[in-house]
């Protein structure tokens, strides 16, 4: 799985510069059509509105900040319609030679109110389009391409809510509101990533960008995805389409790192379009003791073909069939003590959407998903070798009926999950122990349902009420092969005669949204309560019941799964102003949850023993506070926004060295082609429970950390080319570059600098 | 125009790269495996031989005459359980009639974390630890020299002082303060013992709350045979409250009775000294 420059690699490379040299021709002279959408009352940004040429399918889709553009053809200016569509406003047209000198676009709100919800953009723009409310955080592209963020966890890091833990090997992993990783899931374009081994997803292995926006919505109020995401779930939604031909960004900076990314669009037909993404990327950090270095190196290819059926202007409305295609290596080596990890992952999936009177957005997804690791160690002490095969196959059918007020929406998962794991260890030990080996197979059967009612209530304090309830049935059954104890025996690793184990439960949840105006202040406030249900990971199932300790009786060691009941509260202030004022809009965010878990896994290790232990706690909870505030003023042309969360955590041996308190203010400019971001961030002492011998804790705080980033980039238009260019500084008040085992908190800088045609 | 453009796209990706060497950074890699200080024995100048044990790891080591210790976690921690274990561990110091003690450190991915604990940022003990005597024992025999000849009885006395709180310990008793049994040890040849054990003496565990005085009388019989300058030791194990079995176990099961294990324990004991002469 070596990524070290091959012959093979240098003619790959070749043969992808023949590509766009092909490719080249095949975009005509085209004119790039930008802008604002704003709302004609009020000033306020439209998001989500889309933006194209009257009569083809070409166009582009607003974002948060009402900012839309793409490309047409040079021929079609002078004839050329262009429609800006929202579905809570009147269409506007205008003829595209008019447009193109103008850059801001007003429309104008149908009379019923807009619907809102305590997002920072339209809520049919993520994953949980269809799902229950939930605080949900849209990181749009622009806030990341071509900046200095080596991987998913880089980005992610300073979001509030989430706190990312980095291992020497540059591994990441997310928690979000002071969970463990394993109650984060990770979709990659609606298809889960977590493995099947520990639930958890490296998110250094996904190229950002390759991104169109990430997705981070907070909270255990998911139905139609899975009843494991106790803390939250993140989605990554991959560039399928885009309006130029081909675009290259090449980033250099620290620990000589270097990371280029080509992307290629074609359209051949006017309801065809093709996508391709290749990236290399690699970094080498050298020990100041000159003891050796650790390089880490990947190589990412995605590919999506998209045919559009039945095309229409309203994106709900169209029928589809898609191909995606994505496959990571990665490679890892310390030689410093001789270790090599790798990883290789890879996507097919096959997705159909359809709308008709019978089938209302109707969605089938089905997928291959291949997720290998490796790992390799050798010491003077002895040598380490672990192998994960994760396969797994997937299908996804979900639709949705309206029925006046009523919404009832309908889901269906299957998943098929092999794992085949080994770790061979040769001389570590004191003792020999646990599995060396094993084949598990699992199989996943979920459906949900929701039933939605709508109530425009009409103007007034409250003009819209919303209430969910939903129920989500899961089962799991797991099954084994081929296991093999350290000791060389064959063991039966599930009891009873079928050598199977099976868990299945019910989940309920039930929430409501109220909106409306309150003179000229905007409100939306939610309320979600619902259960959640984890079944035991193969690690779990692999690890050691923990012997009884009678000094804590109420601890025991149960291979059940683990339960979560949730409560969480939300709302929203805002008021806009003119937008020819100073100030043009503030916003206030504040939520508050409370997390109750039941029969929460505890695990330990204790040293020269090569098992896991585990054990349970009967109740353990996490209460929180969130808050944000945000300010945008000078005609939109900055913003600034203040994030706070507080965390109160009942026990920290379940969740160690989470952040009780972290405190984040941005500032944001964007003029002329310009964007500026300045980003400073607190998080406060982290404590975490440490076990003793004797199985008693105590406590081991880890300091308190801030510091400080910087982004500067600059989009040019040059004709039918557009040239990008970018610095930036990471963590600017470190003074020192000492890996400390937490996310990347060396000083770093970063230029970036591409084209786009 | 467009062949501008064209050559110009066409250098930027020919200039791609992974690396570069305009950002040589270099970092310092975290090395919190060892930890090291100094323990002492209250009242001694020399400081050598109190035994240093990493409970958990099963690391030891001895502290030099001065005192000083170092002890370091063996394995790279990617290659311990779990790629580095977390955990609280307690260092142990020992001597057998001095108190035990402990220091406790905080180890979090298979390191120490400096700075938490009784562990500075440097690696170092914060204090030095100071072991108080529990027990003074003192030994004598008379007469202190005999010949090949001798045909009485030799008689050793042992004298039992506790420094600080009453003290538990085990001993091999006949009857009220008769010692039962004493270990001889040829000087210099160490590994020639001779095990002097009274007939119904058994182990008993004593309360020593003063200063107790304890005798035995040792027929020619059990005695060595061959000239020579003997180690007299008698047998005297403290019980420590509190002591980890792991610990206990680290000198052999047997270390706790009159056996040759017991030898094995660090003590600060003073022997007396006897001499078998030549006719």
């Not at chain 1, 390799?376 to 309206?402: C, I, P, W």
């Not at chain 1, 965390?647 to 920290?652: L, N, P, R, V």
């Amino acid at each position: 799985m070596s990524l070290r420059k091959s012959p093979f690699r240098r003619i790959s490379r070749g043969c992808f510069w023949l590509l766009l040299g092909a490719l080249m021709p095949l975009g005509a002279q085209s004119v790039v059509v930008t802008g604002i959408v704003l709302n004609k009352q009020d000033g306020r940004p439209v998001p989500g509105a889309s933006a194209y040429i009257e009569g083809r399918t070409l166009g582009g889709s607003s974002d948060s900040s009402g900012y839309f553009n793409f490309r047409a053809g040079e021929d079609v200016v002078d004839s050329a319609v262009l429609i800006i569509h929202h579905i809570a406003y009147d269409t506007l047209r205008m003829p595209l030679k008019k447009a193109l000198g103008r850059h801001v676009f007003r429309l104008t709100p149908l009379v019923r109110p807009l619907e809102k919800i305590v997002v920072e953009v339209p809520r049919d723009r993520t994953l949980l389009a269809n799902d229950l409310p939930a605080a949900v955080t849209i990181v749009e592209a622009s806030e990341f391409e071509g900046r200095g963020y080596i991987d998913l966890g880089d980005l992610l890091r300073t979001e509030k809510s989430i706190q990312i833990e980095e291992d020497l090997s540059g591994r990441k992993s997310l928690s979000l509101r002071a969970g463990n990783p394993g109650d984060v899931v990770v979709f990659y374009n609606g298809l889960k990533m977590n493995s099947l081994y520990d639930n958890i997803f490296d998110l250094s292995l996904l190229n950002v960008e390759d991104m169109s926006q990430v997705e981070i919505i907070r909270g255990s109020n998911t139905a139609l995805y899975g009843a494991e995401a106790f803390s939250g779930v993140i989605n990554i939604v991959p560039r399928t389409r885009q309006d130029y031909t081909a675009r290259f960004i090449q980033k250099i900076g620290s620990y000589r790192s270097g990371d280029w990314n080509l992307q290629l669009n074609y359209a051949p037909l006017e309801n065809l379009y093709l996508n391709a993404t290749v990236k290399e990327a690699a970094y080498k950090r050298v020990l100041g003791d000159k003891s050796g270095y650790l390089e880490n190196r990947s190589r990412y290819y995605s590919g999506n073909i998209l045919y559009e059926i039945s095309p229409s202007s309203d994106a709900g409305k169209v029928e589809s069939i898609g191909l995606m295609y994505m496959r990571v290596d990665s490679d890892h080596q310390n030689n410093s003590f001789v270790e090599s990890i790798g990883d290789a992952n890879e996507i097919v999936s096959l997705s159909y959407k359809k709308w008709s009177p019978l089938w209302q957005n109707l969605e089938v997804t089905a997928a291959r998903q291949i997720l290998n690791n490796r790992q390799t160690l050798v010491d003077v002490s002895g040598t380490l070798e672990r192998r994960f095969a994760n396969r797994r196959l997937s299908l996804n059918v979900q639709n949705r009926y309206r029925f006046s007020v009523l919404e009832l929406i309908g889901a269906y998962q299957f998943e098929d999950n092999r794992l085949k794991f080994s770790e061979l260890r040769a001389g570590l030990d004191r003792f020999s122990g646990g599995i060396e080996s094993a084949g598990i197979y699992q199989r996943r059967h979920g459906a949900a349902a929701i039933a939605r009612v709508k109530a425009r209530l009409g103007k007034g304090p409250v003009s819209k009420a919303l209430v969910d309830i939903s129920y989500r049935y899961d089962r799991v059954d797991n099954s084994e092969r081929d296991v093999v104890e350290r000791q060389g025996e064959t063991r039966v690793f599930y009891d009873g005669e079928q050598q199977r184990r099976r868990w299945q439960a019910g989940t309920i949840k039930f929430s409501t949204t109220l909106s409306g105006r309150a003179g000229n202040l905007d409100y939306d406030f939610f309320m979600n309560a619902g259960s959640n249900i984890k079944f035991p990971t193969i690690f779990n199932q692999i690890s050691q019941a923990a012997p009884f300790n009678p000094g804590v009786p109420e601890i025991v060691a149960r291979l059940e799964p683990e339960k979560n009941r949730s409560l969480e509260t939300g709302l929203m202030l805002s008021r806009l102003y003119d937008t020819e004022a100073v100030i043009n809009e503030w916003r206030l965010e504040f939520s508050q949850f409370s997390n109750a878990y039941e029969n929460k896994f505890r695990n330990y290790y204790i040293p020269g023993l090569p098992l896991a232990f585990y054990e349970n706690v009967p109740n353990a909870d996490i209460r929180g506070y969130e808050a944000l505030w945000k300010l945008v003023f000078l005609q939109r042309i900055m913003s600034m926004s203040w994030g706070a969360s507080f965390y109160d955590i009942s026990d920290q041996a379940a969740f160690p060295f989470k952040n009780k308190v972290s405190v984040s203010a941005t500032l944001n400019a964007q003029y002329a082609g310009f964007r500026l971001q300045l980003k400073g961030f607190y998080e406060s002492e982290r404590a975490g429970w440490l076990r003793d011998i004797r199985s008693e804790y105590v406590e081991l705080r880890l300091p308190s950390y801030y510091n400080f980033d910087l982004h500067l980039s600059k989009w040019h238009t040059l004709g039918p080319v557009r040239l990008f260019a970018s610095l930036s500084a990471r963590n600017l008040l470190n003074t020192r570059t000492v890996l400390e085992g937490i996310a990347i908190r060396d000083r770093r800088f970063y230029l970036g600098f591409g084209v786009e045609y | 125009m467009r062949f501008l453009i064209r050559a110009a796209v066409l250098l930027l990706l020919t200039v791609s790269c992974t690396e570069n060497f305009l950002f040589d950074d270099e970092i310092t890699p975290v090395n919190t495996r060892s930890v090291e200080g100094y323990v002492q024995l209250r009242g001694e100048t020399d400081h050598g031989g109190i035994y240093v044990y990493l409970e958990g790891f099963d690391v030891e080591t001895y502290t030099d005459a001065g005192g000083y210790f170092k002890l370091e976690i063996p394995q790279n921690p990617r290659l311990q359980p779990g790629q580095g274990v977390d955990g609280a561990f307690y260092i142990w110091y020992y001597v057998d009639n001095y108190r035990l003690m402990n220091s406790l450190t905080l180890v979090r991915g298979g390191q120490f974390s400096y700075g938490h604990a009784d562990i500075n940022d440097e690696g170092r003990l914060k204090k030095t630890v100071v072991l108080p005597k529990l027990l003074d024992i003192t030994t004598s025999v008379s007469p202190e020299r005999i010949s090949e000849e001798f045909d009485g009885v030799l008689q050793v006395n042992m004298t039992l002082k506790n420094l600080t709180d009453s003290v538990y310990v085990n001993v091999l008793e006949r009857k009220f303060h008769e010692l039962g049994g004493v270990y001889l040890i040829n000087n210099p040849d160490s590994s020639n013992i001779q095990f002097v054990r009274l007939e119904n003496a058994a182990n008993r565990r004593v309360l020593v709350d003063s200063v107790q005085y304890w005798q035995m009388l040792v027929s020619r019989d059990s005695l060595p045979l061959f000239p020579g300058k003997y180690e007299v030791l008698p047998f005297v194990k403290l019980y420590h409250k509190g002591m980890p079995d792991v610990l206990r176990e680290k000198f052999g099961s047997n270390a706790s009775t009159f056996s040759r294990e017991f030898l094995n324990l660090p003590r600060k004991v003073s022997p007396a000294l006897l001499t078998i002469g030549r006719r």
